[in-house]
């Protein structure tokens, strides 16, 4: 019963490319968050959104968007993808003061 | 903003044994102190919280702890099992703007010996 659903689970993408990352939850939780995931530096946290057209910047929001048009959808885009951004991508979800529920993740490689 | 740190990064004890991983924060206005599991090639997965107006929590093998005023907090796992093996991160959070956002520390990795 997967609740939180990453569009892709490995996807490769050339430098310079603009790259979307779909998340989508049905629990119908008010807080969406993108993270990534690097060896030795944990999860770190890009964007959040707390609301339906609302969204935050986290540590590391530098070369990353988002997109919030819906409740259940939070989307990640790369505007200019780097192979500084290859990593993996985890979203996650939570209601209004909650834990989070991770999606699977995608793992992203830009060549 | 929060700052986490995590102690060990990298644990092996002897099956049966137990282990203990250590955090600290630095925003004394964090409220919330959830430890994630992420076992190989899986999403991590809530295993046990405890919230600021609690110094202990239990969860049958688990345990969770929690010092205010020395803002740390740590994980117990007592009767360690192979299955036990994976990155724990502990996290720490503290409302704003209508919402938690977790600050998580780097990891640890538990390998538990047969």
């Known amino acids: 019963d997967v609740k939180v659903t990453q569009s892709s689970r490995y996807l490769v993408k050339r430098t310079g490319e603009k790259v979307f990352l779909e998340c989508v939850q049905d629990?119908?939780?008010?807080?969406m968050f993108w993270y990534r995931q690097d060896p030795g530096l944990g999860l770190r946290l890009i964007y959040f959104?707390?609301?339906?057209?609302?969204?935050e910047k986290g540590d590391i929001p530098e070369g990353y968007s988002v997109s919030r048009e819906k409740k259940e959808r939070f989307s990640l885009i790369l505007e200019s993808a780097s192979t500084n951004q290859t990593s993996m991508y985890l979203c996650?979800?939570?209601?209004?003061?909650?834990?989070?529920?991770f999606g699977s993740g995608t793992r992203l490689t830009v060549v | 903003g929060e700052n986490v740190e995590q102690h060990p990064s990298t644990l092996s004890v002897q099956e049966g044994d137990s282990a203990v991983i250590k955090c600290t924060y630095s925003?004394?206005?964090?409220?919330?102190f959830p430890w994630y599991k992420q076992e190989l090639g899986k999403r991590p997965q809530l295993i046990i919280d405890?919230?600021?107006?609690?110094g202990e929590k239990k969860d049958q093998r688990i345990a969770v702890t929690l010092n205010k005023t020395a803002k740390h907090f740590s994980l117990h796992i007592t009767e360690t099992q192979p299955e036990d093996s994976a990155v724990y991160f502990c996290?720490?959070?503290?409302?704003?703007?209508?919402?938690?956002?977790?600050?998580f520390g780097k990891g640890t990795k538990l390998s538990v010996i047969p």
């Open positions: 925003d004394s206005a964090s409220n919330y």
């Open positions: 405890i919230r600021s107006n609690v």
């Open positions: 996650a979800s939570s209601p209004r003061q909650g834990g989070y529920t």
């Open positions: 959104s707390y609301d339906v057209k609302m969204k």
């Open positions: 629990m119908d939780h008010e807080n």
């Open positions: 996290a720490a959070s503290f409302p704003g703007a209508g919402s938690y956002q977790l600050t």
